[in-house]
């Protein structure tokens, strides 16, 4: 069974995905550990619910870049996680856990990457992009992390096609219901050894 360490910042959802995916028998992996930079996450609500362990690490609290680095990597190890998955973490990782982790953190996009990724691509400002540039097709990724913003070789992706009266907010809904499958059933072919990470 996959040990899984998730760090996210906000929402949750695609953590409960993985959770509800894990509770209902599909995905033979386990949520071990759940870190977020921001005291208020409900990710970090959704795991103490669930009984998982749920830590606030910020460079506020740790002083600095590098401490929280440091306690990231010492608690992902740990909790002995096999596979991170980053899923709304509006942070960068640090050296010590990209170092120590390398080709085991993935990361969710919500867009068909390359396109609409990079630093400031987040939220509802990725489906404002897609619709001003007027593209017919947007979608979901999950890449390899590699230490810049949604980079590294992508795994997975699935693609919707983007409707003519769609808002960025109807559109962020759909592709957000599109990624809890995507993550869900890549985690599944992880797990059955049909994706091979490097
Ligand atoms: C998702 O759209 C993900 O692709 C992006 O941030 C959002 C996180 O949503 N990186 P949630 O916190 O999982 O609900």
Redo the contacts with the bound molecule.
């Keep these: 069974m996959i040990k899984l360490g998730i760090l996210?910042?906000?929402?949750?959802?695609?953590?409960q995905a993985v959770l509800d995916a894990g509770l209902e028998g599909v995905l033979d992996a386990r949520v071990v550990v759940v870190i977020s930079n921001n005291s208020a996450s409900?990710?970090l609500d959704k795991a103490r619910n669930a009984g998982i362990d749920a830590i606030h690490l910020s460079s506020k609290n740790e002083g600095s870049e590098e401490n929280t680095d440091r306690s990231i990597c010492r608690a992902l190890r740990d909790h002995e996680v096999d596979l991170i998955l980053t899923?709304?973490?509006m942070k960068k990782l640090g050296k010590e856990t990209l170092g120590q982790f390398k080709n085991r953190i993935i990361?969710?996009?919500?867009s068909l990457l390359p396109k609409f990724g990079g630093q400031g691509m987040?939220?509802n400002k990725v489906h404002q992009a897609v619709l001003a540039v007027g593209d017919k097709k947007s979608g979901?990724s999950l890449h390899l992390v590699d230490g810049e913003y949604d980079t590294g070789p992508v795994l997975s992706q699935r693609s919707l096609d983007v409707l003519p009266d769609d808002t960025a907010e109807s559109l962020?809904a759909r592709?957000?219901e599109l990624?809890h499958r995507l993550l869900t059933d890549t985690l599944v072919k992880i797990a059955q050894g049909e994706i091979i990470l490097p």
């Design positions: 996210a910042s906000h929402r949750g959802s695609n953590l409900l990710a899923l709304g973490y990361n969710i996009h919500p987040f939220g979901a962020a592709v957000l990624e």
